[in-house]
């Protein structure tokens, strides 16, 4: 996810191609489709690497969505099973080696997937949510307000329910036909379901202000401007897009193509739009801002490629090359060799800078949060030069924490506070989060407890005497984690 978006006029001058608006640095995430060290890059200096994990990521299908805020990039693996790419720290986390049905996020942080038995499960780094459902679940769309809208199957209609987690009530109900086509703004306050020749405008909220519209024929594609104030519809009885003006309640204007479209990929700033042909590897490239087809790249389509980089060149998958393309003049900017081996993720991102040296606090993030070490040689600090034939010289090691003792307590659990790393369904999964944490050599523990006949392992340490003691000792584990205060046993 960006965080910088623009709808329409922006690009009607051509001034966009070739200049990189204005904020967070502009970083590429590579990944390898088969497995392998994650690495990032500073756009445009793709041969530089900035940064690199720690951990080995598995094969992967694709990116699901970056958490900007706690340095999260969420990937599903080639067997449905999500996983975390943790940009701070260089860990890979998976929280369950099961696979789902469907695999999604809005977010980055929470990860949603839908189960054989219909059940949906919410997993983020410090627990997990699991609602089980009396009918097969087609989809899962998360909003930004905490509602999620669940798609369930009956018979041969669909019904779109509204649930809060953690809470498993359906709060609202939507009865519609069978959708083929569904998809969230990237604000994350209007769901737009097709079916058919139907569309319907969903407000997470409140499902009292749907709207259905006629589109004459079989939806085929969706796609919303950053903003959510237009969808462009493609659909089966004409070449034709469609557009839905979301404020004036309706839909008109078109835009020409030169024949069928079966998929539509918006630019994450809302300059250009993908269009993908029925038939041939290649994408359209319709100007928002004008709605006119302004041209052609050659290109394969996969989940990562074709998209649009910051200075509005249109990344595509050439061979085993990912070429970077003016799509007006149809130049060829820049060609990594071998990227497709890659999948490729465009993030607005300033963790990979290093730290000022005189702070004498870590950064605070949101609650629970920690940092990883400064990288050597990162964005604006160039590495010193190596003679040739020497081994280049290891960065001196961080200075370690001052990690906390938990407090000696008469009573094990009972005052104090609390330090908690995640609250699981799996006792495996609580013992491998076990495993993985050291605090001064000490390992927290599981604690077991039963909610609504849910059995929750949590992972804590403590009593510690204070708050502070346990926040330090939070942070030098290097994991996420949050504190509160003992009320009785754990």
């Known amino acids: ?23 967070p640095d502009p970083v590429v995430v590579r990944i390898p489709r088969g497995g392998g060290i994650v690495r990032a890059y500073r756009f445009t200096a793709l041969d530089s690497t900035i940064w690199r994990s720690t951990h080995v990521a598995p094969p992967t299908e694709r990116v699901l969505a970056f958490d900007q805020e706690n340095g999260l990039l969420a990937f599903s693996d080639t067997t449905g099973s999500p996983g975390w790419v943790d940009l701070r720290l260089g860990a890979v986390r998976r929280p369950t080696r099961a696979s789902f049905a469907s695999v999604v996020s809005s977010d980055g942080w929470a990860v949603f997937g839908t189960t054989a038995s219909g059940s949906v499960v919410r997993m983020t780094p410090s627990g997990d949510w699991q609602s089980p459902q009396s009918d097969p679940i087609g989809r899962v769309l998360p909003a930004a ?42 604000m994350g306050d209007r769901a737009y379901v097709a079916a058919g020749d139907k569309l319907w405008s969903v407000p997470p909220g409140a499902f009292d202000g749907v709207e259905e519209f006629d589109v004459g024929d079989e939806v085929l594609a969706l796609a919303p401007t950053p903003s959510g104030d237009r969808v462009f519809i493609a659909h089966a009885g004409s070449s034709r897009l469609q557009r839905l003006d979301r404020y004036a309640r309706e839909i008109g204007g078109s835009t020409k193509l030169p024949g069928m479209a079966t998929e539509l990929r918006m630019d994450p700033l809302g300059r250009f ?7 041939g590897d290649s994408a359209w490239v319709v100007d928002v801002g004008t709605e006119e087809i302004v041209g052609a790249v050659a290109t394969k389509w996969r989940a990562d490629l074709p998209t649009v980089a910051f200075d509005g060149t249109v990344v595509a998958w050439q061979g085993n090359d990912v070429a970077f393309i003016e799509p007006r003049a149809g130049r060829e900017r820049r060609r990594v060799g071998n990227g497709a081996n890659d999948i490729w993720f465009f993030a607005r991102w300033n963790g990979f800078r290093p730290r000022a040296r005189g702070l004498d606090q870590p950064v605070a993030f949101r609650s629970g949060d920690s940092l990883a070490a ?44 609390i330090l908690s790393f995640a609250a699981v369904l799996s006792s495996e999964r609580a013992q491998g989060l076990v495993d993985e944490i050291s605090v001064n050599g000490e390992r927290p523990r599981v604690s077991v407890s039963t909610a609504d006949g849910t059995t929750v392992y949590r992972v804590i340490m403590g009593p510690f005497g204070s708050r502070d003691e346990a926040e330090r000792a939070g942070r030098a584990s290097g994991h996420t984690f949050w504190v509160y205060e003992a009320g009785g046993g754990t």
């Open 1 to 23: 996810m960006w965080l910088l978006a623009a709808c329409g006029g922006a690009s009607q001058d051509g001034a966009t191609e070739g200049r990189i608006p204005a904020g």
């Open 145 to 186: 307000d905490g509602n999620v809208l669940v798609v369930a199957n009956r018979g041969g209609r669909n019904a779109v329910l509204r649930m809060r987690p953690p809470d498993d009530a359906v709060t609202d109900s939507l009865a519609v036909d069978s959708i083929t086509r569904a998809t969230v703004t990237a």
């Open 273 to 279: 739009l993908l269009v993908r042909p029925v038939r």
């Open 374 to 417: 400064p990288i050597a040689g990162a964005m604006d600090t160039p590495p010193a030069a190596t003679a040739p034939g020497a081994t280049p010289a290891a960065p001196p090691p961080p200075a370690p924490p001052e990690p906390a003792r938990p407090a000696e307590a008469t009573s094990r659990g009972r005052g104090g506070w």
